[in-house]
């Protein structure tokens, strides 16, 4: 029950006025609802105020076509490679800036000298900087990785470049990058054409913690066992040229992924003859590398139900046993993609299932999987499914799916996404009974790392971000749906995507900036993935609603399908597209540091003055009476001890009859000109006001956390019944850090208790100041942190549940 604290306003309309703009602080106004457009990029006609490609946008046109020979003994790749290049900008270019990603490997790579120890730098295990909760020591992975690095010669070999007429090319390498200086100026409209060959090692990814890699199996059947070969990033590749930041040819440090030009590919990929190749892109000869039974069984999976075996596992196994030293040769072809990666094995088996998705685009599209046997019955059951389960979500946000396939692939690389195809980690265990098992965090990563990598195919395969510069625009755009997804999968799974899980990291010491260069940023997952993703969610179920949300984020995803979007985009399109003004959202989620913590510090209820003293008058002596008695006159009484004026009852006066709230002529006849000179509508409006005698609360919130949010309210009444009200962020625009709402409810209507934000859905930092009156707190923060760290999802249950119930006389319970 809300004590009320009575505060006398004579009239309403008067009441808010004027305390709250002296209140505020000039800075912070200007900070939280400034507009965004003096941070933005002046709008121009490549891209335009609304976010949309400008009237000149343009983008460069590279096509590749690569020869590839696989050498599986020394895991090598060998290669040639001839580049198209359009020059579609406005610009002459008088050389191109090529990626050398292998580079990165190199022990004298930007990367490798600039890792700080125990702290942030290569993709993998490395302690997250600023945690500081790690002991300094080297681990087996450090060591590992040391001496992967001591032992193998790294980086690319480039020799042969030369132009289409056959010249040779200037060439100069700058870590990771490589420029090649044309032997005639590129205008613009012009292409010119270059070749080279290329070699480089392939890493051992659980080395080295890359984006590709080989893994390699001991314990196989096969004498000196086998290997799965996942190759990304495996040849020298175009830095994109773009209309907002020319040559994005910023090195290359691990963390930043890329930014890349979209082109067609023609890539010859030759490898063992027993191994299976997975692939960006359409396989062009499967007459020659598969088996009538294979084209068959493909065939088949177009129009099944559940996944059909391309390859089966007793096939894979078969496989396994032995190797070969014939090869074949694997072609594929992929139009309009931004990257081409592929993988290969003898030990993958392969299933394939038709996604009939309709439409013009791609009626019929192949999801696909390819695992060795240790992806077991979690893969067999659930990757193709997830990889159509997402084609189905995410196309409802964006457009269908363009690809002819989409696929998942098991291998030393735990996540990661290229064109039509991801590299997907989470594997079972073998137990000592020959068994599989996996956990129900495993089922859950699997499938939500294929739903993940699947939705990068969208975001930014096809809406292509610029990853090296912002993460958050594929990382967190594709977390946010993914969460989506997730909750269409299972709901009961714990997805780890609901904004009251972002708040530890809103509140640490190590948050940055969401619009901080990839490379940059302290802790990337909560950075780039959780807090943009939360942010999303909020702005979708909270600020705009689902409808006008959901029209203008697939609004952007259409408008830069096949293009190149930047952040200034991305926040104009939602604007423009919703009709909401969000660049204080925007400010607060992605500009700066601030967290969510609003509190309600008070509430309480005002009394309207009727100015007639008949009423006013009787209802102050109640109030004055309500008061508490004295302890003195308490006592008093106790000890029996009778005042003065009663022992002596002869010289009462006139003021032993009347008290100080005997109301005279003198107020009636003044009550009776102020309603006189009252206008005729004030009048009305008073008299209504008493005769309604509605309950006028004000409630009073501070703005703790600095993020200014929408105000979501519970209102419980004495009646039982119970109301939510939703004030919009704009609450705040003229006084950010506190404000008061005035709440009217009816005659009879009394509020009991007020929570604030009681579904959690604004990350709002400490919940117990959004009760009032305050709660008694139900448990304490460590209480549900232990709680965490023992979550049964981590138990493998699978197996647990073989285990025999003891008896009392067990000798193992004695013990
Ligand atoms: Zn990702």
Redesign the pocket.
């Known amino acids: 029950m809300i004590k009320p604290l009575l505060v006398s306003a004579a009239l309403l309309c008067s009441l808010q006025a004027g305390a709250d703009a002296i209140r505020q602080t000039k800075g912070d106004f200007e900070d939280k609802f400034r507009q965004l457009d003096e941070v933005l990029p002046t709008p121009n006609v490549y891209r335009n105020a609304a976010g949309e490609p400008g009237h000149q946008y343009w983008q460069q046109q590279v096509d590749y076509k690569i020869q590839a020979r696989l050498l599986e003994e020394k895991r090598r790749l060998e290669a040639s490679l001839t580049v198209h290049y359009r020059n579609n900008s406005p610009d002459t270019l008088r050389y191109l800036w090529l990626q050398l990603d292998q580079n990165i490997f190199k022990s004298d790579s930007m990367a490798e000298l600039t890792t700080a120890f125990a702290g942030i730098g290569r993709r993998g295990p490395a302690t997250e900087a600023g945690d500081g909760k790690k002991p300094a020591k080297l681990s087996m992975d450090e060591l590992r990785r040391q001496q992967f690095m001591a032992d193998h010669q790294l980086g690319y070999d480039i020799k042969d470049v030369m132009d289409g007429t056959g010249k040779p090319l200037k060439v100069t390498i700058v870590g990771t990058n490589m420029r090649i200086d044309l032997n005639q100026p590129l205008k613009p409209g012009q292409s010119t054409e270059f070749s080279l060959n290329y070699a480089y090692n392939i890493v051992e990814e659980n080395a080295v913690s890359a984006r590709g890699g080989y893994e390699h199996f001991p314990k196989d059947a096969r004498a000196g066992g086998n290997d799965i070969f996942q190759l990304a990033q495996w040849f020298p590749r175009l830095h994109a040229y773009t209309d907002y930041e020319a040559w994005t040819n910023k090195e290359f440090l691990g963390r930043g992924e890329f930014t890349l030009e979209f082109g067609n590919y023609d890539v010859e990929l030759t490898v063992p003859a027993d191994h299976i190749v997975a692939a960006t892109g359409s396989l062009q000869n499967a007459d020659k590398v598969l088996t009538r039974e294979q084209r068959k069984r493909l065939k088949e999976a177009e129009k099944a139900k559940r996944p059909v075996f391309v390859v089966t596992e007793a096939e894979a196994l078969e496989n396994e046993k032995e190797g070969t030293n014939a090869s074949k040769t694997w072609r594929f072809k992929a139009e309009n993609v931004r990257d081409f990666a592929w993988a290969s094995s003898r030990k993958f088996m392969w299933d394939a299932k038709g996604y009939q998705q309709g439409g013009d685009t791609q009626p019929l599209v192949m999801a696909m999987s390819f695992y060795p046997k240790e992806g077991g019955d979690l893969w067999k059951k659930y990757s193709t499914e997830a990889v159509v389960h997402t084609m189905q979500v995410y196309s409802r946000f964006s457009f269908d799916y363009p690809y002819p396939v989409a696929q998942s692939v098991n291998g030393p690389v735990g ?3 290229y064109p039509m195809i991801t590299f997907n980690g989470p594997r079972t265990t073998l137990q000592d009974d020959g068994s599989r098992t996996y956990s129900q965090a495993e089922k859950r990563f699997l499938i939500g790392v294929v739903i ?2 699947v ?2 195919i969208y975001f930014p395969m096809l809406v292509n971000s610029d990853e090296r510069q912002w993460t958050w625009m ?2 967190g755009l ?2 946010f749906l993914d969460g989506v997804a997730g909750r269409e999968w299972d709901s009961d799974m714990p997805w780890g995507i609901e904004p009251s899980e972002i708040v530890d990291y809103m509140v640490s010491s190590t948050q940055v900036p969401i619009m901080t260069q990839s490379d940059s940023v302290l802790r990337l997952g909560p950075n780039a ?1 959780t807090k943009p993703a939360a942010a999303l969610t909020i702005l979708r179920e909270t600020i705009l609603g689902r409808e006008l949300f959901d029209f203008a984020f697939k609004e952007y995803a259409r408008r830069w399908q096949y293009k190149r979007p930047t952040p200034a985009d991305f926040f104009r399109t939602m604007e423009e597209a919703s009709g909401v003004d969000l660049d204080w959202f925007w400010r607060g989620w992605f500009y700066s540091t601030d967290h969510v913590d609003i509190s309600l510090d008070k509430v309480y209820k005002l009394r309207l003055d009727t100015e007639n003293p008949d009423i006013d008058f009787a209802r102050d002596k109640a109030q004055d009476l309500d008061k508490p008695m004295s302890m003195s006159l308490e006592n008093n009484r106790k000890q029996g001890i009778r005042e003065w004026r009663e022992l002596n009852q002869d010289l009462k006066d006139f003021y032993d009859e009347n008290d100080r709230w005997t109301v005279t002529n003198k107020e009636r006849n003044k009550y009776n000109k102020f309603i006189k000179g009252l206008e005729d509508w004030e009048r009305a409006a008073l008299e209504r006001a008493v005769q309604e005698d509605k309950n006028y609360y004000v409630l009073e919130f501070s703005n703790l956390g600095g993020l200014v949010m929408p105000i979501i309210l519970k209102l419980d009444y004495a009646d039982g019944s119970s109301e939510t009200m939703r004030i919009p962020a704009e609450i705040w625009r003229r006084s950010p850090k506190e404000v008061k709402k005035l709440i009217v409810t009816d005659k009879g209507k009394e509020l009991t208790q007020v929570e604030l934000d009681p579904r959690w859905e604004t990350a709002d930092a400490d919940i117990e100041n959004n009760f009032y009156p305050r709660r008694i707190v139900p448990s304490r923060v460590e209480a549900y942190k232990s709680e965490k760290s023992k979550a049964k999802i981590h138990r493998d249950i699978m197996q647990d549940i073989k285990t025999e119930l003891k008896n009392d006389d067990d000798k193992d319970n004695k013990q």
């Open positions: 996540g990661m996404e993940h990598e939705g990068h594929d990382e594709n977390s993935y």
